[in-house]
């Protein structure tokens, strides 16, 4: 009895731990994505994306573009379908453990999403004013834009919605309501998009210059802003796992519920 007892114990607490295994595998895999990218980039920016209309940037680079959006935007969209189709349509049935489980997912979700964040806005926005400063060119198709606006960006919009979709469908802290902080950062991931569009326009017409100061690229650092409402955001998160500690649920009650 002694032993059936600890390995519900055991069961229980593994049930409610944070999923740091799978955290690792998804961040190994997006630094294998991400590092495989920007070596690729290194090899061929300089060498076959000099010019726009040769038939090599066609090979190295359009193809390239075409593909990446054809398919983050399948496993983007078949991810929110299935979210969605799948939703949790009765919360009260969701015990304390089980939702400090989907907070500790969540908060994975939004740890991934922030280095997402850092190495579009650094390493590879680095690498896209560098490439223009030595090639001086910028129109909307450059290697360092397919690899930026076109494959980075895209990615982190679509796990923004993901982690918003699967927090406003798997947990009864948001199930009821939306979360303003966590809709502030989805919504200026995904508003940069539109705001590569004015700057691609605003730089073909009437603004040639690349520094990062220029004042056609203040949107970019508006947007960049919305991340402080990470800040309310795990506030929100906190104050729940705080509240989910302090309830003195038994394994065994929870484990009985499950079944």
């Known amino acids: 009895m002694k032993t059936s007892s600890t390995n519900i114990t055991g069961a229980a607490r593994a049930a409610t731990g944070a999923p740091w295994a799978k955290f690792f595998v998804a961040l190994l895999g997006f630094a294998v994505l991400f590092g495989v990218y920007r070596i690729y980039s290194e090899a061929t920016a300089f060498t076959y994306g000099l010019d726009y209309f040769s038939a090599e940037f066609d090979v190295y680079w359009m193809r390239l573009l075409f593909g990446q959006l054809l398919l983050i935007g399948a496993l983007g969209t078949g991810t929110l379908v299935y979210l969605w189709r799948t939703r949790e349509r009765d919360f009260s049935r969701i015990g304390p453990r089980e939702e400090l489980r989907r907070l500790f997912v969540l908060m994975a979700q939004i740890l991934l999403f922030a280095i997402m964040f850092y190495v579009t806005g650094s390493i590879y926005t680095e690498a896209d004013a560098a490439w ?128």
Not at 159 to 170: D, E, K, L, N, V
Not at 187 to 209: K, L, Q, S
Not at 225 to 233: E, H, P, R
Request: glycine share 8%; hydrophobic share 50%.
């Open 132 to 259: 223009h400063q030595v090639t001086i060119r910028d129109t909307d198709f450059t290697p360092t834009h397919i690899g930026l606006f076109y494959f980075c960006v895209p990615l982190l919009v679509f796990w923004g919605f993901i982690s918003f979709a699967y927090a406003h469908t798997r947990i009864p802290l948001f199930g009821n309501r939306i979360s303003l902080p966590f809709a502030i950062i989805v919504a200026g991931a995904f508003m940069i998009m539109p705001n590569v569009g004015f700057n691609e326009w605003g730089h073909t017409f009437f603004y040639a210059e690349e520094l990062f100061s220029a004042p056609i690229h203040y949107g970019f650092v508006l947007l960049g802003w919305s991340t402080f409402a990470a800040g309310g955001l795990l506030l929100q998160i906190l104050g729940r796992v705080a509240e989910l500690t302090k309830q003195s649920v038994s394994p065994q009650a929870e484990l009985q519920a499950a079944l």
